[in-house]
């Protein structure tokens, strides 16, 4: 009964949370960064001005993200996160809310939302200690969520580094969902 329930809640919110991103227009301008929406260069030929507007295959607004949210942290694409599922050593981390992991995800990923992530370092191959964490034994980390625009994912690296997990065993899938799905990779639904 509480399993069947879990599971109504999620769709009822996972449904709700879909609704919500299909709210943004396609052609609706977006930020590129935290309160700009524009940038101007200069070109031999005069100045530009650089935008970003939501698009058919944009699935969140957000701002750019680094391509290296903490120092040390190895920024990867799909050929390395196809290697680490592969890898016994390796953890593919989903950071996304539940209700975007269940729409669809990385096979073989494992979810941890990024809210939950500091808190779970033991799943990580961390041990808690009186004085904190000691991940002296931690597995190297393939984090990804929903894309270059998605704060998820760094937000839990800087989180867990400021925590002790070493940077340098950290990959982030920059891309995330929006690049693996457009390269038209297998996804899984339903996953929690």
């Given at each position: 009964m509480k399993k069947a329930l879990t599971l109504a809640l999620g769709l009822l919110l996972s449904s709700f949370a879909f609704g919500q991103a299909a709210t943004i227009a396609v052609g609706t301008p977006l930020s590129i960064f935290e309160n700009q929406k524009n940038v101007i260069i200069k070109t031999a030929k005069g100045?530009?001005?650089?935008?970003?507007?939501?698009?058919?295959?944009?699935?969140?607004?957000?701002?750019?993200q680094p391509l290296v949210p903490v120092p040390g942290v190895h920024p990867i694409g799909e050929i390395e996160i196809i290697a680490a599922l592969g890898d016994s050593n390796a953890l593919v981390v989903d950071m996304r809310d539940s209700n975007d992991r269940v729409k669809g995800t990385i096979p073989g990923s494992i979810g941890i939302p990024?809210?939950?992530?500091?808190?779970?370092?033991?799943?990580?191959?961390?041990?808690?200690?009186?004085?904190?964490?000691?991940?002296?034994?931690?597995?190297k980390l393939y984090a990804f969520c929903n894309g270059p625009t998605c704060p998820q994912s760094p937000m839990a690296i800087r989180?867990?580094?400021?925590?002790?997990?070493?940077?340098?065993?950290?990959?982030?899938?920059?891309?995330?969902?929006?690049?693996?799905?457009?390269?038209?990779?297998?996804?899984?639904?339903?996953?929690?």
């Open positions: 100045t530009v001005e650089i935008k970003r507007t939501m698009t058919p295959c944009g699935k969140n607004g957000g701002t750019l990024y809210t939950e992530v500091a808190a779970r370092m033991n799943e990580l191959g961390c041990s808690k200690t009186a004085s904190g964490w000691d991940c002296a034994g931690a597995k989180a867990i580094t400021r925590d002790g997990f070493p940077a340098d065993k950290i990959y982030y899938y920059r891309g995330g969902m929006l690049d693996w799905d457009a390269l038209g990779l297998t996804s899984v639904k339903d996953e929690f």
